[in-house]
Every structure is written in C-alpha cells, then in structure tokens.
T-cell receptor, first 113, second 117 residues
Framework: AQSVAQPEDQVNVAEGNPLTVKCTYS??????LFWYVQYPNRGLQFLLK??????LVKGSYGFEAEFNKSQTSFHLKKPSALVSDSALYFC???????????FGKGTRLHILP | IAGITQAPTSQILAAGRRMTLRCTQD?????MYWYRQDLGLGLRLIHY???????GKGEVPDGYSVSRANTDDFPLTLASAVPSQTSVYFC????????????????FGEGSRLTVL
C-alpha cells in the first residue's frame, strides 16, 4: 500500500526567505505525486503535480516541487515566501493500480513578517 | 460554477443515530472520494469510487458506507454514529479516463463538520 510522510508538523520561515516543505513517499510502481494547500475552514486546493517528465514541477502561486526518485522525495519549495503563504500543506500520492489517493498528515507553514 | 457541494455544512448528532452526508458534483468527474480530517492525523481516505456503480474501501472504512448510483452523487452514511466519528468530512472528485491511469487532481468540497455526542 502507498504511504506519504511529512516529517515536519510545522515550518517557520521569515518573509522573503526561501521555504521548503518536505515529503517522502512509498508506492509500488511509478508515483503520481501532488501538493495541496488548505486555508482555515476551507477545503483543499490543488497546487501542483508530478506525473512524468521533468523532475522540477512548477505550480500555482510561485510554488515548485522537485521529484527525487532515489530519495523517494517530493519536497515543496518557493524562492521567496509571502505572509499569505501561511497555511496547511498536504502531500499526496496516487497508486496507479487503483484510484486511491493517500495524503500525508500535513505541515503547517508560518511565514513571519 | 458550483463544483462540489456538500451538505450539511455542520451537524450535531446523538450517538447511535443514522446520518448521511451528501456530496454532489457538476463536473462530470468519474472518480469521487470521501476523506475525514482530524487534528494531527491529516486526511484519511474512507471510501472512494472510480466510476458510477463501483466503490472501494480506503484507509478507515469501518462504520461508514457509500453508494454511487450515478456520476454526480456520492453520499456517505454512518449507520450508527459513535463519538470517534466526530470529524470534518471532505468530499472530492477527480477526472478519470476509463482504462487509463488517473492523473487528475482532486477538487474538494468545503467540508461537513460532524459532532457526535
């Protein structure tokens, strides 16, 4: 069965600094990987996905993620953080043998002004 | 454009009562999902459906049932609610090409907050 680990419950970054939110995964076969963001009292919103191709994926709001097959990681990054980036971020993996999509426990990102 | 509509938004329920959470999508997506979100546990998959007429169990299916009679609706039923089912429930859908790996992202509803006393 597939699984996702987000090792940090919370990440604090000063505004203007680069940010990284970590994600590692386990899945049989080729992974389909996703990042989502959740603002307070809202549903999750899609940020970006890796299916195949270039290991660096660009998504919404200036976010990007780097797929690393040897380390089974898919870390979310942004070159310069904004206070408005403060939210809860979820990594997810899809098993291509069925359509199950499994999420990590989430990482709360605090951008400090 | 509605996307995914969940109802009710919030509900307080006595233990032992039956409850159905409704989910409707207007995007004609093949796949639909139910998750529960609990503090410190993230989102956990309860049940899912690849297409109308089929359903599958997720990570935490016990105590829940679903049906997928048509493309648009995917209700989640708690036959006899227990306090441990107090949670925020999210319905989601995804575009899926029959016979091909589903590479589509999920679209989420705004959630249903359920409290079981």
């Amino acid at each position: 069965a597939q699984s996702v680990a987000q090792p940090e419950d919370q990440v604090n970054v000063a505004e203007g600094n680069p940010l990284t939110v970590k994600c590692t995964y386990s899945v049989s076969g080729n992974p389909y990987l996703f990042w989502y963001v959740q603002y307070p009292n809202r549903g999750l919103q899609f940020l970006l996905k890796y299916i195949t191709g270039d290991n660096l994926v660009k998504g919404s709001y200036g976010f990007e993620a780097e797929f690393n097959k040897s380390q089974t990681s898919f870390h979310l990054k942004k070159p310069s953080a904004l206070v408005s980036d403060s939210a809860l971020y979820f990594c997810a993996v899809r098993d291509i043998r069925d359509d199950k999509i499994i999420f990590g426990k989430g990482t709360r990102l605090h951008i400090l002004p | 454009i509605a996307g995914i509509t969940q109802a009710p938004t919030s509900q307080i329920l006595a233990a032992g009562r039956r409850m159905t959470l409704r989910c409707t999508q207007d995007m004609r997506h093949n796949a639909m999902y139910w998750y529960r979100q609990d503090l410190g546990l993230g989102l956990r998959l309860i049940h899912y459906s690849n297409t109308a007429g089929t359903t599958g169990k997720g990570e935490v299916p016990d105590g829940y049932s679903v049906s997928r009679a048509n493309t648009d609706d995917f209700p989640l039923t708690l036959a006899s609610a227990v306090p441990s089912q107090t949670s925020v429930y999210f319905c989601a859908s995804s575009d899926s090409n029959r016979g091909q790996p589903n590479t589509g992202e999920l679209f989420f509803g705004e959630g249903s907050r359920l409290t079981v006393l």
